[in-house]
């Protein structure tokens, strides 16, 4: 009995401990499952809301990503990719804020672009005051053109990234192309151009590599934005074309009446320009009767940044002196009494210790300036080398009824767009050369005698990159030898142009040429340099001097046979005449 109690009493015990373990495991299990149940609640919440880090930390990946392949794509276009995409991804490796499309590129782009300029600029002000009196004449001469075209670089990309910033809606799609293509071919010009015042002497050069590598990098970070600029627009201006023509719109064409002007000039300019009389805000008289006696007396007390025309009349009389129309003096007209009357002369030159630059008797850079019924000059002579009567870097600038007279490079179209009607244009050696978008129409563009073992070229042209929308075009002209060559001519070549820069581009059409131009036409600058890059074209030339059979064969030069191309040099095209022109009051032609 004992036995059978004790045996129960186990049971109860064993029944007892189980009772408890069971408690124990379904507390374990319920608590599992709880888990459990929490854990997929919290993925599938997380799956829907996307809120939680790993989820947070690919879409951040996911756009950097995408950010990266827009800059990618965008440098792809470009003459430097590498340069282009490095740039931007070391300046910022978080582009995904700032990046979402090609035109986001630009404008970054751009303005890591103003950075290295400025570091440009600081640059040049240390090695002046380095070197101070070590310095030649022309190598201080050379870093003041540096500070000033550096300066001229900064603000020409503040305004390219403030044209961008309203792109595409302030204006037509090919007016705002033009004007971002303009800004940024003159700001690699102006790269060129501070470099270019170094090549004279051998002295020179040792300070121009001090600067070379600065430089450089400026002028291929503007030739990639330039780029990704033609590539933008060029793709916009032809989906616009295909959809206007996708609804049976015709493209409206530009006017090329013979009467017209460019649109850039005003109505009121217009009449400026042609009208007999013009009331001047200032007259300019060497003897005393007017408000000042020199031009430059005028031109300083302009006002600066002004947007009403601002006429300087200057009355017959022989002014020796330098003038400085600078980009603070916009709207400015010079108005003489006749060309053979009014006369602005200098002597600069490179050999007696001037740049190319600054050797100009008159320099116009202030945007809209016009000219009329004058003659710039530069007496230095055939001996004395580079030596400039005019220099224009002034956008929409128009001259009317002048005379341009030195030897070799007599007028410097510097850059931006520019028109010339009715000119005189002498010289001998380059003696129009220049990376501007111009045109001279119905000129007289006469090469005279240079000095012995010389060759006379009329044009040589400087683009350096094949984005630039630059060129310097002969329309309508009258292509000859002045009195002092024409008895010996024979002795002395004269050719229609050389390339000074890799992409030199002329193009002469519609012309009479006499028998001053030798039958090749053109003339080589240094062995193959540039002769397969070059685009030199001839459109419908007559004269003596016009023929084509004999002329060069290089792989860039071609003569031009369809209209067609051709209407792509006139002012309505290659200098957006029809947006400005008719502002000058000076005559002119849109088209062919």
Same mark, same amino acid.
């Given at each position: 009995m004992s036995r059978i109690k004790e045996f129960f009493a186990r049971s109860d015990s064993i029944k007892q401990t189980f009772k408890t373990k069971k408690k124990l495991y379904i507390i374990i299990f319920?608590?599992?499952?709880?888990?459990?149940?929490?854990?997929?609640?919290?993925?599938?919440?997380?799956? +829907? $809301?996307? *809120?939680?880090?790993?989820?947070?930390?690919?879409? !951040?990946?996911?756009?950097?990503?995408a950010a990266h392949a827009v800059v990618r794509s965008s440098c792809s276009n470009t003459l430097y990719p590498g340069l282009c995409y490095s740039t931007i991804a070391n300046y910022d490796p978080d582009v995904s804020k700032k990046v979402t499309s090609q035109k986001d590129v630009i404008e970054l782009s751009l303005n890591i672009t103003c950075k290295a300029i400025q570091k440009n600029y600081f640059q040049v002000e240390k090695l002046m005051a380095k070197r101070g009196n070590h310095l030649t004449k022309r190598e201080n001469c050379a870093l003041h053109d540096c500070l000033e075209t550096i300066d001229e670089t900064l603000d020409e990309l503040h305004e390219a990234i403030s044209d961008?910033?309203?792109?595409?809606?302030? +204006? $037509?799609? *090919?007016?705002?192309?033009?004007?971002?293509?303009? !800004?940024?071919?003159?700001?690699?010009?102006n790269t060129e151009t501070?470099?270019?015042?170094?090549?004279?002497?051998?002295?020179?050069k040792n300070v121009r590599k001090a600067l070379l590598k600065g430089q450089l990098q400026v002028e291929k970070m503007c030739s990639n934005a330039l780029a990704m600029i033609c590539n933008m627009t060029g793709t916009d201006i032809a989906n616009e074309k295909a959809a206007m023509l996708a609804k049976g719109r015709k493209l409206e064409e530009q006017e090329t009446s013979e009467a017209g002007w460019p649109e850039w000039l005003s109505a009121g300019d217009r009449r400026l320009l042609q009208s007999s009389k013009v009331t001047p805000d200032v007259v300019v008289a060497a003897d005393g009767s007017g408000d000042y006696k020199t031009v430059g007396a005028a031109v300083a007390a302009a006002p600066q940044g002004s947007s009403k025309r601002y006429v300087i009349r200057?009355?017959?009389?022989?002014?020796?002196?330098?003038?400085?129309?600078?980009?603070?003096?916009?709207?400015?007209?010079f108005l003489g009494d006749g060309r053979a009357n009014t006369i602005i002369t200098g002597s600069r030159s490179v050999k007696d210790g001037?740049?190319?630059?600054?050797?100009?008797?008159?320099?116009?850079?202030?945007?809209?300036?016009l000219a009329r019924d004058i003659t710039f000059q530069n007496t230095a002579g055939p001996s004395k080398h580079q030596a400039v009567a005019l220099r224009v870097g002034s956008d929409f600038s128009a001259f009317y009824q002048c005379d341009i007279l030195a030897y070799q490079d007599t007028l410097y179209v510097h850059s931006n767009r520019q028109f010339f009607i009715n000119c005189l244009i002498s010289g001998t050696v380059d003696f129009i050369f220049g990376n501007a978008a111009v045109v001279l129409q119905d000129c007289d563009i006469h090469a005279r005698r240079p000095d012995s073992g010389q060759k006379n070229m009329l044009t040589a042209q400087g683009r350096t990159d094949p984005n630039q929308n630059t060129g310097i075009v002969i329309q309508k002209c009258r292509i000859?030898?002045?009195?002092?060559?024409?008895?010996?001519?024979?002795?002395?070549?004269?050719?229609?142009?050389?390339?000074?820069?890799?992409?030199?581009?002329?193009?002469?059409m519609q012309s009479s040429i006499t028998d001053v131009i030798r039958p090749a036409g053109w003339f080589e600058w240094s062995g193959n340099f540039a002769l397969n890059t070059l685009y030199?074209?001839?459109?419908?030339?007559?004269?003596?001097?016009?023929?084509?059979?004999?002329?060069?064969?290089w792989k860039g030069y071609k003569v031009i046979t369809s209209a067609t191309e051709a209407q792509g040099f006139t002012p309505a095209r290659f200098i957006a005449g029809s947006s400005w022109l008719s502002s000058t009051t000076f005559p002119f032609s849109l088209g062919l």
């Open positions: 319920s608590s599992f499952l709880l888990v459990a149940t929490l854990i997929g609640i919290a993925i599938r919440e997380s799956n +829907k $809301s996307g *809120t939680n880090q790993g989820s947070s930390a690919a879409s !951040l990946n996911l756009r950097s990503t961008l910033e309203s792109y595409p809606t302030k +204006k $037509s799609l *090919t007016q705002h192309a033009d004007d971002l293509k303009t !800004l940024i071919s003159s700001a690699i010009t501070c470099l270019d015042g170094f090549s004279h002497d051998g002295a020179d200057i009355k017959a009389g022989v002014y020796k002196e330098n003038v400085d129309v600078s980009k603070k003096k916009k709207n400015i007209m001037s740049t190319t630059f600054t050797s100009a008797t008159v320099a116009a850079v202030g945007e809209r300036f000859g030898a002045t009195s002092d060559l024409k008895p010996v001519q024979g002795s002395f070549p004269t050719y229609l142009g050389r390339p000074w820069k890799e992409y030199s581009r002329t193009v002469i030199y074209g001839e459109y419908q030339n007559t004269g003596a001097g016009a023929g084509t059979s004999g002329r060069v064969k």
